[in-house]
């Protein structure tokens, strides 16, 4: 009696267990997740993939403090020599730059004393196809 409630129950776990393996086969592409309106974030906005978004503060000759960052509100970026300023896609600069202004910071983090340098600051309508170097 033992051995034939065992083997039925390994055969109603086997049945149930096989539609889900069948789901998603190997040699088909995976499905589309259902994002709602947001749609797929992996397609919009390539160029700005890596780049931290937020809303300037304050912006001086030596470093740029905004707010609704990640790292959350009153962020300093460090400016230097090498920091590049784009306006609508085009080359800019910081005086470009006004408090309430978006804007989306490539940074660069020192591993030892965790200042953030902008490398990049990229503010304004701009195509897609934008090339920011």
């Not at 300037?56 to 609704?68: A, F, L, Q, R």
């Not at 910081?94 to 983090?109: C, F, M, Q, T, Y």
Request: glycine share 10%; with cysteine.
């Amino acid at each position: 009696m033992k051995a034939r409630f065992a083997i039925i129950i390994a055969a109603v776990m086997m049945a149930v267990s096989v539609p889900a393996a069948r789901a998603q086969r190997a040699d088909q592409p995976p499905s589309r997740p259902d994002n709602g309106r947001f749609g797929d974030p992996t397609e919009t906005a390539r160029n700005l993939q890596g780049f931290v978004y937020g809303v300037v503060k304050t912006i001086g000759p030596s470093e740029i403090v905004c707010d609704k960052t990640e790292f959350g509100d009153g962020q300093a970026f460090k400016l230097d020599k090498k920091t590049k300023f784009y306006r609508d896609g085009q080359p800019g600069s910081a005086s470009d730059l006004k408090a309430g202004d978006d804007v989306w910071v490539k940074i660069h983090k020192d591993k030892k004393s965790g200042e953030m340098t902008a490398l990049r600051v990229v503010s304004g309508m701009f195509p897609a196809d934008a090339n920011i170097k």
